[in-house]
Every structure is written in structure tokens, then in C-alpha cells.
């Protein structure tokens, strides 16, 4: 079920436990050959397709494309707002949906530049609102959620898992949009630091901060040129298989009252 094509009165009587997704993208660099809009397209056809799945089960909202993604602003593009300020639109969302009366909210994200400020605004909202801590907000990329689906061995994938306008982004594109992709443009980034610590492709056991200018030139990592239509279809198939089951749980979890201070 679409919120945008509900009125207010519909909005007003629906089930207050249906979880309402809310997908968040970003417009920024992928590297010579996938467009800017890719985290976008991804996580609202992801979205879009959990909807056709799950029907009256879920309440979707448009996708909120402007995300944050000033680590790529050296790269022409790229539109982005500050993390405290996109902290402040997570919260806002969630506050206008809590104040229509529902108590399950899912923010679907699609970017990984969005996971610290989103994380920052519901945890700073729970700890003010005391209608946000009575009610269930969850916040996850879609390729976090789905990690058991999105298993390597799974898809015949090279990679060990995603990181920026690689194998995996690039094969969903492949499949989605593949009018968009210039696979003839690939330039493949050379690793800027591998250490045991911390792989500036994929990251590490612990994070290092650096804007993306300074890790690859070309704008992507890992390995597009491995990329297939054929991994991309297979890998949406088990990241909505997995999304809907863990929605339709989420949509049954029990109340949590208070347990304490005893």
C-alpha cells in the first residue's frame, strides 16, 4: 500500500501496527559508469517491489533521494546535506508518521553514507520522545538486512561483499537499469591502502574517515567489470525474500512495556 495515494482519512483508519517503510537514497558519484541516482533506483525498486509483494502487509512512502553524501563531494554530481542536517530529516519523518498514530517504521536505506546520521537521529529521538521509545524504529541498508541472502557462493559473485559502484552495485544496475550502464566506460580503482586493519575497498575492524577522493580516482571500488545481469537478478530475488520476511515478523513483534527501574 502506497502512502502517497491514500487520503488522510484512509491514513487515519488504517492498522497503527503495519509497518511503514520509508526508503532512503542519495544522488552522488559511481564511478565513469553507473549513473548518480544508482542508490536511489536501487532502494526504491527494492521498496516498490516489497509493496507488490506484501500488499495491505506494508505502508510505503516515497523515497527520500537526498541523502548524505559529502564524503563525495570532491566528485562533480554529487548533491548532498550535512549529516546533522539529514539527522534532522530521519527524525522529522519519523515524528510526522508517529504523529499519524503508527508504531512500526522502517527506514530502508540504500546508501551507506546514510547509516550514522540516521542511526544519530532515531537514537536521539527515543532518548526525547517518549512516543518514539514506545514504538518499534528500525533503520537498515538493504544489503546489511539481507547479508545471509546476498552469501557470495550464492550468485557466483568474485567480491566478498559491496562497497561503491562495484560488482554488486553494477550487477543490480545491470538488471534494473541497464540502459544506464556504461560498462565500456569501466575504470577499475587501484586499492589506496590494504591493511589487516582497515581495506580502503571494503573496510575493516575499524573505520578510518577519509573523503572518497582520497581512495579511489576513478570513483568506484572493487570490482565492476565482474558484474552481470545475471547476479543482479538473483541477488534482488533473495534481498526481497529476505526484506519481507523480516517485515512481516517486524509487523507481528510483541509490545515491549516497561520492565524496570524495579
Known sequence: ?????????????????IPVVVPLGSCEQHGHHLPV?????????????LEEKLGDAMLLTPCLWLGCSHHHKD????ISVV?????????????????AGFRRIFFLNGHGGNETPGT???TEL??????????????ASWWKAAVDGLAPERHGLETPRITHACEIETSMMLFLRPDLVRTDRIVENKLALGSEWFDSDYGGKVSVFRRFHRLTGPGCMGKPSAATAEKGASMMDAVISDLADFLKKFG???????????
Do not use: C
Not at 502517497?4 to 497503527?16: A, G, R, V, Y
Not at 541516482?37 to 517491489?49: G, L
Not at 546533522?84 to 504523529?99: G, P, T
Open 1 to 17: 500500500m502506497l502512502w502517497h495515494e491514500q487520503n488522510w482519512p484512509t491514513i487515519q483508519s488504517l492498522n497503527k501496527d
Open 37 to 49: 541516482f544508482v542508490d536511489t533506483i536501487q532502494v526504491t525498486e527494492v521498496a516498490n517491489r
Open 75 to 78: 566528485f562533480p554530481g554529487t
Open 83 to 99: 549529516p546533522s542536517l539529514f539527522s534532522e530529516m530521519v527524525s522529522s519523518v519519523a515524528q510526522s508518521i508517529l504523529r
Open 120 to 122: 544519530q537521529a532515531l
Open 126 to 139: 527515543i532518548a526525547k520522545d517518549d512516543a518514539a521509545d514506545d514504538a518499534y524504529l528500525a533503520l
Open 252 to 262: 507481528s513483534w510483541p509490545e515491549l512495556p516497561p520492565k524496570g527501574p524495579k
